[in-house]
């Protein structure tokens, strides 16, 4: 069981590269977040999504897209990366969807991305 | 506007020196309180959830409580394997997860 999974661990990219997150979970959990964590500031939420099939903006949606591929598996894409784009990014997990009800969340390894 | 904050946020204590740390908040409507562990390089990890004013709950040498406006994370007899980042989040009814910045806590052997 390895929990929520994320690759890669480690990325660099040049101003307007594009790249592809991925995240999968194997807790069988209905809703998927992906945050990114900036330094003297809390997880701020990009998008999240409740259920399969259904993705929705969170706090900081802009410069990025998401695909719930299956229930297991939600990537998160930068098409043109920018350099206010670097940061840690985080997917993280929960078993009900985020407003039917407190549920704890469960957070993978993160992804440390530099955009020069 | 939601927020949470943080004191301090940084501590540092020796071994076996007990302190707390604090979640402030001011949500329009708390629909339930986290405490996550971060260690350097890795994912939050779940600590405790709190409902409601009075509440506590404890795990080790941690026990975390809540108020109408705030939490504590009290640490007892605090060991080096203890050194982390904590994190709180609040989760608002109709709204998503608001994460405060973090308290860094060394404890030095």
């Known amino acids: 069981n390895a929990g929520v999974t994320q690759t890669p661990k480690f990325q660099v990219l040049k101003t307007g590269q594009s790249m592809t997150l991925q995240c999968a979970q194997d807790m069988n959990h209905n809703s998927m977040y992906w945050y990114r964590q900036d330094p003297g500031m809390g997880l701020r939420l990009i998008y999240y999504?409740?259920?399969?099939?259904?993705?929705d903006k969170g706090e900081v949606p802009n410069g990025y897209n998401v695909s719930r591929l299956n229930k297991r598996e939600f990537s998160l894409r930068l098409e043109s990366a920018a350099p206010s784009q670097t940061s840690v990014y985080f997917c993280?997990?929960?078993?009900?969807?985020?407003?039917?009800?407190?549920?704890?969340?469960?957070f993978g390894p993160g992804t440390r991305l530099t955009v020069l | 506007e939601d927020q949470v904050t943080q004191s301090p946020e940084a501590l540092r204590l020796q071994e076996g020196e007990s302190s707390s740390l604090n979640c402030s908040y001011t949500?329009?409507?708390?629909?339930?309180l986290f405490w996550y562990r971060q260690d350097p390089g890795k994912g939050p990890e779940f600590l405790f959830t709190?409902?409601?004013a009075g509440e506590e709950k404890e795990k080790e040498r941690l026990k975390a409580t809540l108020t109408k406006k705030e939490s504590f994370l009290h640490i007892t007899a605090p060991k080096p394997e203890d050194s982390a980042t904590y994190l709180c989040a609040v989760q608002i009814y109709g709204q998503n997860f608001v994460f405060g910045p973090g308290t860094r806590l060394s404890v030095l052997p």
């Open positions: 949500v329009s409507g708390l629909r339930g």
């Open positions: 993280a997990s929960s078993a009900l969807p985020l407003q039917g009800g407190t549920d704890t969340q469960y």
């Open positions: 709190l409902y409601s």
């Open positions: 999504s409740a259920s399969e099939g259904t993705t």
